[in-house]
């Protein structure tokens, strides 16, 4: 069974080329880190702890997706991460 991918379905919506969805959608993504950094600057009844947890996860997904479906296909970066973040984690 194929799942459409966000730039399958923006092809569709929008009537564009792969190359225009992957420019919008990329811009999207750039609005959002903006959005979600200045957010973090303004003070909130939300513990920091829980706000550094999800902002940790968006980095995370940001990084798996970045240069594909690395989470799908498990490409040279993936594996390199992994251990980095799982194995051999940066003491604290």
């Known amino acids: 069974m194929h799942v459409p991918s966000s ?3 923006y092809m569709k919506q929008c009537g564009v080329i792969k190359e225009e969805a992957y ?3 990329n811009k ?3 609005k959002a880190w903006k959005d979600i950094n200045e957010e973090g600057l303004i003070p909130t009844h939300v513990p920091m702890p829980v706000i550094i947890r999800a902002l940790n ?5 940001d990084i798996v ?3 594909g479906y690395d989470y799908t296909h498990v490409g040279k970066m993936m594996k390199h991460l992994i251990p980095l973040m799982l194995i051999d984690p940066l003491p604290i």
Do not use: S
């Open 23 to 25: 420019d919008e959608l």
């Open 28 to 30: 999207q993504l750039v």
């Open 57 to 61: 996860f968006t980095h995370v997904e």
């Open 7 to 9: 730039v399958e379905c």
């Open 65 to 67: 997706y970045q240069d």
